[in-house]
């Protein structure tokens, strides 16, 4: 079974654990700046939403890369970026509609999610439940039962 | 490790800015944050200095654990000697700014002398820099990040600013980054002002990486955010109903301090509530309150954002006001509301809105109305002094008061002075509700009588977040006593007062310990950064900071007369509530607190209370 970072921005509080999660995961430090999911902001609603690669099967980024630096992890379905032929182009950068491909000037390559094989780090910080790692089928499951609690939730005649 | 091991020197007389390596045996005996910024100040300046004049310093301080992922790790302090209190000012504040700084690469930030004009300060990572502010002074703190974020086309910038309340030097004017989160008390954004320096703008990409045992760090931190979850008070009162849930609770006991501490119960309490904010209204059909918002790192989450109703005779035409924004947390509501006999919720929005915008304490700004208003009512202060008719309940009076304090016209001028220098001024010193100086937050000393010695005592002039006995007396956190009792309630303050200084000092937030004793922060800290802050030192390390922050002020020309209460809380008998025909008996728990402390009678440290902490 795939599954996949499910976002409900309603649950988010704003508290960057998953930023720090990602970037503790990958980097080994407690930096936002490089972290691969962001929470914006938006104050005058006061909604806050988290942000993060949804794993396209059809990835404008893994096509676009001319040297097919980014494959796919055939256990999680990941788009994953080898940073070894990574040349730090950009093109994929350029390629993805959402912008959740980023270059990072320290490395001279490109980041994204990667679902930290299989175990992603800001699902498992998020204290809240707005960041959920769930059936890649079923993402609408919560929402079809909050929805269907309507009869279920009514005595039986 | 945890520190960045660096702190930036910004002398502003010259406009220069430099590097220096943390001062590493400081850091080890007084963590971070309040305790460093406090030792590097009580090191570097007399304590006689004058709070608003170049030889000040202000600090902004971070801790260890600001900028990880221990909860609520997103704290930062500014410490100075403050202008409304002269004594050792040490204000908290949340948002994100304080772990941007961190993540930066720096401790603290300790800013000296006089810039001849306006600046700011420019941090990325290892670059700091002052930069000219003529176009941001004059401006609010709204504008202030704005204008930042779009002139350096920046919007992940993190900024801690002053508005024009601060410029003004209201004497309790805050310092207030994203946007509605404030180092608030003791008017720590009036010597920002009297600096000339409007703001710090700080993106950090280089992270908090060095903590010294990463793998028990994350282990003890998840464990611990556990613990906050399955409390009722973290895990649900507060992400729920935020501070507010106290309204209702604190009027019930009869402490809710009402039109200047006449009374110590509000009738109008439950109008201005979390459940009132939660109702909604009758004129448009929404509620006040739209979420709830975590600060930087916060598993918590009892910030509270708010929309107004857009008709409300306060925003009419005023669109600015319309969007969601911060508020109302129970001081807030508290200061603004019971304390004037005002419970229009929207009126006590608009007025915390402009505490925002432009920087200052709700909580004094509040309280000083209060008194405004009980010399309005006793005919010492006329409708033409004051500018509008300025009675007890009047929503339109503390929008006015409001609306000239933060701009600094009118009488308004007089209201940014504080409470204890507008009474005495008008020949009636005994009706300003301070300690020190600084005004009462939401707790009457007479129905909880343990705050009544917390507030006598506190460092930094009557306070609630020095010594919460609230909890203890209130809540039965950790343990209940009985509010009214005063046996036990010396050793009960001090042990608050001593835990508090330790959490303060460790970049985390005081409302983890609802939940969390030192024994919880104990090895979070300790693997991060490597040191033995086991419970036992860490209670040491707090009663150090206490009596160092003591000593200061003892320096600076305070004695064992300060330690008080206003005459109304020590001679007029609480009118209602389970606290009726109580006064405060604050001598019956002073001199014994004292003796706990180690202290002679006349409040000064004994020898041997210097040598055990190492002072």
């Known amino acids: 079974m795939q599954k996949v970072l499910h976002i409900n921005a309603d649950k988010c509080t704003g508290c960057l654990q998953c930023e720090m999660a990602c970037s503790f995961e990958n980097y ?60 730090g182009c950009k093109v994929c950068t350029i390629a993805c509609p959402f912008g959740t491909i980023n270059y990072v000037q320290e490395s001279g390559k490109v980041q994204k999610c990667d679902l930290c094989g299989g175990e992603p780090a800001c699902a498992d910080a998020c204290p809240t439940g707005a960041i959920t790692f769930i059936d890649a089928n079923w993402t609408g499951l919560d929402r079809m039962k909050q929805w269907a609690g309507k009869l279920g939730n009514q005595p039986a005649a | 490790m945890s520190w960045a091991g660096k702190i930036l020197r910004v002398d502003l007389t010259n406009g220069l800015v430099k590097a220096e390596p943390l001062n590493m045996d400081w850091a080890r005996a007084y963590i971070g944050s309040r305790g460093l910024a406090s030792k590097y100040l009580v090191e570097e300046m007399d304590p006689k200095t004058d709070p608003l004049s170049p030889a000040n310093k202000l600090i902004w301080a971070t801790g260890p654990l600001t900028g990880t992922m221990a ?137 908090v990486g060095n903590i010294r045992d990463p793998k028990a760090f994350m282990i003890a931190v998840k464990q611990a955010k556990k613990v906050l979850a399955d409390n009722a008070v973290t895990g649900q009162g507060l992400p729920t109903y935020g501070t507010q849930v106290l309204m209702n609770v604190i009027n019930e006991v009869g402490a809710l301090p009402t039109r200047n501490h006449r009374d110590v119960q509000f009738e109008g309490a439950k109008d201005i509530s979390a459940e009132a904010m939660a109702t909604p209204r009758k004129t448009d059909g929404k509620k006040h309150l739209v979420t709830n918002q975590a600060c930087f790192g916060c598993t918590i989450a009892c910030g509270r954002i708010s929309k107004m109703d857009e008709s409300h005779f306060t925003v009419q035409n005023k669109p600015q006001y319309w969007g969601a924004s911060g508020g109302l947390e129970y001081e807030a509501a508290w200061a603004l509301g019971a304390a004037n006999g005002v419970n229009d919720l929207e009126a006590l929005q608009y007025a915390n809105q402009l505490c925002n915008e432009d920087g200052i304490d709700p909580i004094s700004f509040g309280a000083t109305v209060g008194a405004v208003m009980e010399l309005y009512e006793m005919g010492v202060l006329t409708r033409e002094q004051v500018g509008i008719e300025a009675k007890f309940g009047s929503a339109q009076a503390l929008a006015f008061l409001a609306e000239q304090t933060v701009t600094g016209q009118g009488f308004g001028k007089e209201v940014g002075l504080g409470s204890k220098r507008l009474t005495a001024k008008y020949g009636h010193p005994d009706l300003s509700m301070s300690v020190k100086g600084q005004e009462f937050p939401a707790y009457d000393s007479r129905g909880i009588q343990g705050m009544g010695l917390a507030y006598a005592t506190s460092n930094r002039g009557a306070c609630h977040l020095r010594g919460y006995t609230v909890a203890s007396e209130v809540m039965g956190i950790p343990v209940k006593t009985d509010p009214l009792a005063t046996e036990g309630k010396p050793e009960l303050v001090k042990a608050f007062q001593d835990a508090t200084a330790a959490f303060d000092s460790s970049g985390l937030c005081i409302f983890t310990t609802f939940a969390w004793g030192l024994p919880d ?95």
């Open chain 2, 71 to 207: 909860s609520t790790g997103g704290r930062y302090t500014v410490v100075t000697k403050g202008p409304l209190t002269n004594a050792i000012a040490c204000s908290n504040s949340g948002g994100y700014f304080g772990a941007e700084l961190k993540m930066a690469g720096w401790d603290m930030v300790i800013v000296e002398g006089k810039s001849p004009k306006p600046v700011y300060l420019f941090i990325s990572d290892d670059v700091a820099e002052l930069r000219d502010a003529s176009g941001l002074w004059g401006k609010t703190v709204w504008q202030t990040e704005e204008l930042l974020k779009k002139t350096l086309q920046d919007p992940l910038l993190r900024v801690s600013s002053i508005g024009r309340a601060g410029e003004n030097q209201v004497l309790y004017a805050s310092i207030v980054n994203d946007l509605h989160r404030a180092a608030g008390r003791s008017g720590v954004g009036a010597v920002a002002g009297s600096k000339g320096l409007k703001a710090i703008a700080v993106r950090g990409t280089k992270g």
């Open chain 1, 28 to 87: 080994g430090t407690f930096a936002t700046a490089r972290s691969r999911i962001k929470v914006f902001d938006f104050h005058h609603t006061g909604k806050k939403v988290p942000y993060t690669c949804t794993q396209c099967d059809e990835a404008w980024c893994l096509h676009a890369c001319p040297v097919e630096a980014i494959t796919i992890d055939r256990l999680t379905g990941a788009k994953v970026v080898n940073e070894t032929t990574c040349v």
């Open chain 2, 521 to 615: 922060l104990a090895p979070q800290i300790t693997a991060a950064c490597g040191e033995d802050y086991s419970t036992e030192n860490l209670g040491l390390i707090g009663e150090r900071i206490w009596n160092m922050e003591r000593d200061f002020n003892n320096r600076s020309g305070m004695t064992a007369a300060d330690d008080t209460l206003p005459k109304r809380l020590l001679t007029e008998p609480a009118k209602t509530g389970p606290a009726k025909g109580r006064v405060n008996e604050l001598a019956k728990m002073l001199p014994h607190y004292y003796e706990v402390r180690g202290w002679n009678p006349d409040g000064t440290l004994k020898p041997e209370t210097r040598q055990r902490l190492g002072l």
